[in-house]
């Protein structure tokens, strides 16, 4: 079994910053993707980002690239996303999630463990 414990979500201003955490325990972490979704109010939940098993490629929604930098570090079991210049529209839970593939995947179908999940709040 794989637990997944988001942390570092919070109330920030537009124009922020923001580092969330992602430790993984339980089955090998390596080499798999992992990725981090959000679900705003009233919407469905999206990708964010992701990065691959080995960590040298990763991939943004459209919404976040270059403002959000996923990172992972294998040794500590842990994923990372650094969000830089918040916007309200961020506000979301964001979740991480890992799949059972090297290579990274944006349909949420191919992610079979999830977080619970950490709220962002990006007031105007």
């Known amino acids: 079994q794989v637990q997944l414990v988001e942390s570092g979500g919070g109330l920030v201003q537009a124009g922020g910053s923001l580092r969330l955490s992602c430790a993984a325990s339980?089955?090998?972490?390596?080499?798999?993707?992992m990725g981090w979704f959000r679900r705003a109010p009233g919407k469905e939940r999206e990708f964010v980002a992701g990065?691959?098993?080995?960590?040298?490629?990763?991939d943004y929604s459209d919404s976040v690239k270059g403002r959000f930098t996923i990172s992972r570090d294998n040794a500590k079991n842990t994923v990372y996303l650094q969000m830089n210049i918040l916007k309200p529209e961020d506000t979301a839970v964001y979740y991480c999630?890992?799949?059972?593939?090297?290579?990274?995947?944006?349909?949420?179908?191919?992610?079979?463990?999830w977080g619970q999940g950490t709220q962002v709040t990006v007031s105007s």
């Open positions: 339980g089955r090998t972490f390596t080499p798999y993707a």
């Open positions: 990065i691959s098993g080995s960590g040298r490629i990763t």
């Open positions: 999630a890992k799949t059972r593939y090297s290579n990274i995947q944006s349909d949420q179908q191919y992610y079979v463990y």
